[in-house]
T-cell receptor
Framework: SQQGEEDPQALSIQEGENATMNCSYKTSINNLQWYRQNSGRGLVHLILIRSNEREKHSGRLRVTLDTSKKSSSLLITASRAADTASYFCALRSGGYQKVTFGTGTKLQVIP | GAVVSQHPSWVICKSGTSVKIECRSLDFQATTMFWYRQFPKQSLMLMATSNEGSKATYEQGVEKDKFLINHASLTLSTLTVTSAHPEDSSFYIC???????????FGPGTRLTVL
């Protein structure tokens, strides 16, 4: 099964700035999800975007999906120190319910 | 709704012992549960998929005799790490889903440390 490649691996920004992280993959997907994980903790589901969707918003989050380029981006606007965490994309392909996770982006927001 | 719990949240054991981790869906029936392993500073890697009442499907490279998975009911799956060794020390996370649902609901994880 494929794994998404995320970049950057690490990102450090000042509070108030926007943070953008990208996920690229190799084969077709049914949907792509973004998760957040605080250090040593479980996962929090952020947003799901289906393969026939191009953009979704949720609060300060904006996700785009370009199936022709096989890539997705997660934008966090007006970042806060509490946004400091690792962010993972997760890919669902074929008829299977299981998802495979990307390599992750570690975001640090400096107050 | 859609809460998944894991027990214990952390465990320390001696090398050679077996450890059981429970994953429960608290307010829904999970037809499928997934077990992941996450080593420090790495992503989650799927270990196995278990469907209620049937044998688990293991990912390539995961020893089924070492990582025993039981999904005896629609709300409970267990992962037993048999004869644990220090290299099995990791963060184990389960997730649960229902048939036809796009979303998986993740447990808070169990940190296993094998001395």
């Amino acid at each position: 099964s494929q794994q998404g490649e995320e970049d950057p691996q690490a990102l450090s920004i000042q509070e108030g700035e926007n943070a953008t992280m990208n996920c690229s993959y190799k084969t077709s997907i049914n949907n792509l999800q973004w998760y957040r994980q605080n250090s040593g903790r479980g996962l929090v589901h952020l947003i799901l975007i289906r393969s026939n969707e191009r953009e979704k918003h949720s609060g300060r989050l904006r996700v785009t999906l370009d199936t022709s380029k096989k890539s997705s981006s997660l934008l966090i606007t007006a970042s806060r120190a509490a946004d400091t965490a690792s962010y993972f994309c997760a890919l669902r392909s074929g008829g299977y319910q299981k998802v495979t996770f990307g390599t992750g982006t570690k975001l640090q927001v400096i107050p | 709704g859609a809460v998944v719990s894991q027990h214990p949240s952390w465990v320390i054991c001696k090398s050679g012992t077996s450890v059981k981790i429970e994953c429960r869906s608290l307010d829904f029936q999970a037809t499928t549960m997934f077990w992941y392993r996450q080593f420090p500073k790495q992503s989650l890697m799927l270990m196995a998929t278990s469907n209620e009442g049937s044998k688990a499907t293991y990912e390539q490279g995961v020893e089924k005799d070492k990582f025993l998975i039981n999904h005896a009911s629609l709300t409970l799956s267990t992962l037993t790490v048999t004869s644990a060794h220090p290299e099995d020390s990791s963060f184990y996370i389960c997730s649960a889903g229902t048939s036809g649902n796009n979303e998986q609901f993740f447990g808070p994880g169990t940190r296993l440390t094998v001395l």
